[in-house]
């Protein structure tokens, strides 16, 4: 759950969240590899256990895109004391 939210929240602020990434795909796979030996193993039963981790990290990953288009990262503002800008 917290790699999730440093992941939107890095997606927020323009950042890559490459480190929250790999947390969340290890857990991911951890608790796909769980699911899966936990059925019998036909090739069925192994496709409909370990569709919901993979499912999560891939709705996951196109909420941080979303958010990403939905709020394009912002110029860095000037510091304090620094004149502004002039448009040419």
């Known amino acids: 759950m917290a790699g999730c939210l440093s992941i939107l929240r890095a997606a927020?602020?323009?950042r890559r969240p490459v480190h929250s990434w790999v947390v969340v795909l290890a857990f991911s796979t951890v608790a796909t590899g769980l699911c899966v030996s936990g059925v019998a193993q036909t090739v069925p039963d192994v496709i409909v256990a370990g569709l919901p981790p993979v499912a999560a990290a891939i709705c996951l990953d196109q909420l941080a895109r979303q958010r990403?288009?939905?709020?394009?990262?912002?110029?860095p503002r000037a510091r304090h004391g620094s004149p502004p800008r002039r448009p040419r």
Do not use: V, Y
Not at 68 to 75: E, F, G, M, Y
């Open 12 to 14: 927020l602020d323009g």
């Open 68 to 75: 990403i288009s939905a709020h394009p990262p912002q110029r």
